[in-house]
């Protein structure tokens, strides 16, 4: 064989592996806290802790407000900790309702390692314990970036009052294939995170939220969602552009 066609060859093999062992680093962005972190909000808060599996525990935050109208599940993006992600909160708590904001594993106070699968029954796990002490009806759950996914596949298997996606993904090999087309994604990428296969199974309102002039992850995601979201497929009204 050429020489030159070996070198191509074990470089595209190398690049493969280096692709799978380090894609972590490209994928999530978290801030770290020390545990003796204590937050600080010019709105009334309270900290949580979810102990989800032995060595694994989950840090969150629940924003409170007086008599509210029922209680949003806000998953975040991929970068920093609820230490940033908090000041949000306001979107909700200004219209009545309580926040609750959580940290994945390895972000901010959070402890254990991350999987895809683990990641989404850790959101099962707090979507569960809210369905403890308040009924489905009063939980709304919101997703923004990749935290959209982990509220599309919440919101599919559970009967909340509503579901808010913020430049949400169709899948996530979708997103990864715009910046490395030749990889082997099915195989390479740890994380498919398949919004497409879950939001046809959401039986709430869908409200969807995107950005024309989003570079990471463009507005036709959200089209091509929209498409499939049969509950609200027909309101014009579940669609929103920014």
Not at 12 to 23: D, G, H, N, S, T
Not at 187 to 210: E, G
């Amino acid at each position: 064989m050429n020489p030159t066609v070996i070198y191509i060859i074990a470089g595209y093999l190398a690049l493969v592996l280096i692709a799978y062992l380090v894609q972590e680093v490209f994928i999530f962005k978290p801030e770290k806290l020390h545990p003796d972190f204590a937050f600080k909000y010019d709105q009334p808060f309270e900290e949580l802790f979810y102990e989800v599996a032995p060595g694994v525990r989950l840090n969150g935050l629940h924003f409170i407000v007086d008599k509210p109208r029922g209680t949003l599940l806000y998953f975040h993006g991929n970068s920093r900790s609820i230490k940033g992600w908090g000041k949000f909160a306001r979107d909700f708590t200004r219209y009545g309702y309580d926040v609750v904001m959580i940290d994945y594993r390895g972000f901010g106070k959070s402890t254990g390692k991350r999987t895809e699968q683990d990641l989404l029954k850790d959101a099962q796990f707090v979507y569960d314990t809210l369905r403890a002490s308040q009924p489905e009806h009063c939980i709304l759950v919101y997703g923004r970036s990749i935290g959209s996914g982990f509220a599309a596949k919440v919101a599919s298997d559970n009967n909340p009052r509503y579901l808010i996606l913020d430049a949400p993904y169709y899948s996530f090999a979708r997103v990864v294939k715009r910046f490395l087309p030749l990889l082997p994604l099915r195989w390479v990428l740890r994380y498919h995170l398949r919004t497409d296969l879950w939001i046809p199974k959401v039986k709430c309102h869908t409200y969807i939220i995107h950005g024309t002039k989003d570079r990471l992850i463009p507005i036709r995601h959200s089209e091509h969602l929209q498409a499939l979201n049969a509950y609200d497929h027909a309101d014009q009204d579940s669609w929103g552009r920014t």
